[in-house]
């Protein structure tokens, strides 16, 4: 049942990211990114609500 534990551990971290954007929502910091500053494409953030990087930032971080 790997599986299905591995199936609740992904659910609880979208769940904790989804928590962390209403934070950053109420904070008026959603939608920038937390590297460069600036906004987030919206493209980027109907794709993944809860991105704190945008697309640049995440590719440029997993080069490091």
Request: hydrophobic share 40%; with cysteine; aromatic share 4%.
């Amino acid at each position: 049942s790997g599986i299905g534990i591995a199936c609740v551990a992904a659910q609880q971290k979208f769940i904790k990211g989804l928590e962390a954007a209403l934070v950053r929502i109420e904070n008026k910091t959603y939608g920038i990114d937390r590297e460069t500053g600036e906004l987030i494409p919206k493209e980027r953030l109907r794709a993944v609500p809860h991105a704190t990087l945008s697309v640049a930032s995440k590719e440029a971080r997993n080069r490091k």
